[in-house]
């Protein structure tokens, strides 16, 4: 990787670990959490493509539930989130509707802590009592990511990270 790559990388690791940690909603009756890390994680992944988007993604997030006591979900996280970012800087660069992509890997976040949520519980039933949080997580990442992409994109963002 170039050194620029890194360094913006660690940026967006950054950005989604202060995100995830400055506003946490618990969720109640789960052991989990509603933040605005989700936006960034979709940044991440459609400015600068599919792996920045898993590594800030997964790390950032990762890292949150490490710091905040969250630690048993951090591996899940790590993949959930990191897939996120993924999905988001892998399908970007096939010209699909990035609104479309941005619902998509939101749903993919609903269900992969359901799975997770199911594997640490030993309960679907349980882990069913996150989906509305994290629907809202979800709804929240994708109207935020939606502002700010636009605001980045008139400030000619894009085009300025890449000289």
Do not use: C, H
């Not at 790590?78 to 890997?105: D, E, H, P, S, T």
């Not at 629907?135 to 502002?147: A, K, M, Y």
């Amino acid at each position: 990787m170039k050194t620029r790559r890194i360094v913006l990388t660690a940026i967006f690791i950054a950005l989604v670990y202060v995100a995830t940690l400055i506003i946490q909603i618990p969720i109640p009756g789960t052991s989990g959490y509603v933040n605005l890390g989700d936006s960034f994680i979709l940044l991440s992944g459609y400015f600068f493509g599919p792996i920045t988007g898993f590594i800030a993604g997964g790390f950032g997030s990762a890292l949150t539930d490490l710091s905040t006591g969250y630690g048993l979900w951090a591996p899940f996280t790590l993949i959930i989130k990191g897939i996120i970012g993924l999905l988001m800087g892998y399908f970007k660069n096939r010209k699909l509707n990035v609104y479309l992509l941005a619902v998509f890997a939101e749903i993919w976040m609903v269900i992969g802590y359901l799975l997770g949520g199911t594997i640490l519980t030993g309960s679907l039933a349980v882990s069913l009592g996150s989906v509305p949080a994290n629907s809202i997580q979800g709804i929240i990442g994708v109207v935020l990511f939606i502002i700010l992409k636009e605001a980045l994109e008139k400030m000619g963002f894009e085009k300025r990270i890449k000289k």
